[in-house]
């Protein structure tokens, strides 16, 4: 292909750009049809950074850790933050799912579940009352791998992140998916 040919890309690092297109990324207008720019590439904004996990202070007497499960949250369209009085009907919780997850382990014995109507009795006898102000909200995140089966995701195990946010809308940068937020409250 010679030079003169209209579909020769050009060489030397310049990229021959259309005049409406020169003069948008210019702002002005061209004297030439075309204006060989440099082949640099586009500036990107940076990826934020993702902190290590938060330390977690230890329970004390009157407070308990609530799992909140991420799409039942998104569901509802619920909300609560930091210093907020609350009462919650809460359910035993799947702690083989939280240890799974979790890089430090952490018990959380209850869960606010909005679908108690799909448990079975022996779940609902769980059931436990909790009135109390939200001392911490700590936002946990995983990545999902390929499983063994195809097409199937799951779970980094122990890949999660614990991130302390003031509210569950307050979304702090993380690897992965959020998967749920774990509740601090005190009775």
């Known amino acids: 292909m010679s030079p003169s040919e209209p579909n020769e890309r ?3 690092g310049h990229v021959v750009l259309p005049r409406l297109l020169w003069e948008r990324l210019s702002g002005g207008p061209s004297s030439a049809p075309s204006e060989p720019v440099s082949a640099a590439p586009i500036p990107r904004s940076p990826a934020p950074t993702v902190a290590p996990d938060d330390p977690v202070p230890a329970l004390t007497d009157g407070e308990t850790d609530v799992w909140l499960t991420e ?4 569901e509802d369209g619920f909300d609560v933050a930091v210093g907020e009085h609350v009462t919650w009907t809460l359910y035993e919780s799947d702690q083989p799912w939280i240890d799974l997850i979790l890089a430090v382990p952490r018990t959380v014995p209850l869960q606010r579940d909005t679908y108690d109507h799909e448990r079975s009795e022996d779940e ?5 009352d909790v009135r109390g102000v939200v001392i911490r909200i700590d936002q946990v995140s995983v990545r999902f791998v390929s499983s063994e089966r195809r097409g199937y995701s799951v779970p980094e195990t122990h890949g999660g992140q614990q991130h302390t946010v003031s509210s569950l809308s307050d ?3 993380h690897h992965g998916d959020i998967t749920g937020w774990i509740v601090r409250v005190r009775s």
């Open 10 to 12: 050009p060489t030397g």
């Open 71 to 74: 799409w039942q949250v998104e």
């Open 124 to 128: 609902l006898s769980t059931r436990r």
């Open 171 to 173: 979304r702090r940068p």
